[in-house]
């Protein structure tokens, strides 16, 4: 985990079609509406459209302008998997729950990095 980073915030990425920290996380990255960014220092959020819904930008490249630190997901695609590894983007498998659960998973260290069979 990112424990020094932790102390200072992090922004953290959802993939979600809903508006606020009780929504679910999508179970597809690349289709969901709307990308909630939960900034740990601040303890806000922020929703934003799915660039990739409009043809504007691939979420990877617009995470990565937003400074996002983290993804939190259920799968990724390969070519996502991939840019976020190469921005520096850690990505963590989410656990069913909220978004909310989600965050105090990660915060407890309660999350584990996504592996191969996440990435499909």
């Known amino acids: 985990m990112l424990k020094n980073k932790t102390s200072n915030g992090v922004k953290i990425a959802f993939a ?50 937003l400074e996002t630190d983290i993804v939190i997901t259920f799968s990724l695609g390969p070519m996502a998997f991939e840019k976020l590894k190469k921005f520096g983007i850690k990505t963590y498998k989410a656990k069913e729950g909220t978004i909310s659960e989600n965050i105090k998973f990660f915060e407890k260290e309660k999350l584990s990095p996504l592996s191969e069979k996440d990435i499909f």
């Not at 969901?32 to 409009?54: G, H, V």
């Open 16 to 65: 979600t079609n809903g508006e606020n920290l009780k929504a679910k996380i999508a179970l597809h990255f690349g289709r969901a509406s709307k990308f909630l960014i939960y900034d740990t220092l601040k303890k806000s959020f922020r929703i934003y459209p799915n660039p990739e819904i409009s043809g504007k930008e691939l979420p990877p490249d617009f995470l990565n302008r």
